[in-house]
Nanobody, 124 residues
Framework: QVQLVESGGGSVQAGDSLRLSCAAS????????MGWFRQAPGKEREFVAA????????YYADSVKGRFTISRDNAKNMVYLQMNSLKPEDTAVYYC?????????????????WGQGTQVTVSS
């Protein structure tokens, strides 16, 4: 059974940091693009970051560039999202996702597997 399980969410103050983790199981994800998305109440799911299978290419949403860092450890089937200088507008449920093909990495519907999400709440 393929699973993506996020952890590390919580409630923090503006300016604080959090590190999200995503544990993948059920198959090898080393050949997949791994991404992070988020969804705030009343809004559509939006792209946050993605990393190529080999980890050499990284994509970020403009809203998080310079504050968030995505990383992956293929040996452990893990993906991480380091979030620094958090803002109230970063409040959302954060989802880990995986896709087989190396295209359209910013499009949620292109991803094949999803985790159940972890809540991040940033207060001012």
């Amino acid at each position: 059974q393929v699973q993506l399980v996020e952890s590390g969410g919580g409630s923090v103050q503006a300016g604080d940091s959090l590190r999200l983790s995503c544990a993948a199981s059920g198959r090898t994800f080393s050949n997949d693009v791994m991404g992070w998305f988020r969804q705030a109440p009343g809004k559509e799911r939006e792209f946050v970051a993605a990393k190529s299978p080999g980890g050499t290419v990284t994509y970020y949403a403009d809203s998080v560039k310079g504050r968030f860092t995505i990383s992956r450890d293929n040996a452990k089937n893990m993906v991480y999202l380091q979030m620094n200088s958090l803002k109230p507008e970063d409040t959302a449920v954060y989802y880990c996702a995986a896709k087989h093909t190396y295209a359209a990495v910013r499009i949620a519907n292109e991803y094949n597997y999803w985790g159940q999400g972890t809540q991040v709440t940033v207060s001012s």
